[in-house]
């Protein structure tokens, strides 16, 4: 016959323990890299301290550190300081009061060569003062005008279109007079080879037609 089940005690628990877990700096799904590592070494400090303190309790429970030992320490600067002030309170006490008596004054004057500047600089006549020369007028620089290398441009482009423009007035005026010397030597010619009364051609007229065209050829 199979054995039977036995019933747990009534004090124990039947639920499982759980296991603590350790605290966490930042979010726990951070990726591996700048973030993480930071967040890592400030854990290990915060363990780190939280041992510190905790080896501290242990040492002051078992009164291994004294309470002097807590104050804070006095620096060394400090302490060679009071030593020195010791030191000369105790020289001055062990000096004898007849040698301070005998003991010449400092000189509290100017030093030497102090006083021969300062002597100098009476002596020496007054500098004019640069605040008194009259004051120049300064030259004004002429204000900058706004678009000034499109208003160049736009002058040079109206100059040019400007001599264009006389080019081709010229150019037609010469047009114009040459056309009117031809109109003139072809009715010059045309009256000449007209002929006279009897059917006869004025040559004398054409010789000099054809003549001061020539002239005007030859240049």
Known sequence: ???????????????PQKKRKGFQVGPANLPDGTYKRKTQKIKESLIERANIKKNYAKLRKLDTISKDAEGIPEPASLAADKKRQEDEANSEDNQDPNDKDDAEPENTGPHPDRQNLIDDELEAPAKPDPTDRPQRER??????????????????????????????????????????????FRSAMAKARRGGPNGQRKLGRESTVLLERVKKMMG
């Open 1 to 15: 016959m199979a054995e039977k089940r036995k019933r747990p005690e009534a004090g124990a628990s039947t639920s």
């Open 139 to 184: 030259k004004r620089r002429p204000k900058a005008v706004p678009f000034k290398r499109e208003y160049d441009a736009a002058q040079q482009r109206k100059a040019e279109a400007e001599e264009r423009r006389k080019a081709r007035e010229e150019a037609e005026k010469q047009r114009e007079e040459k056309r009117a010397e031809r109109e003139k």
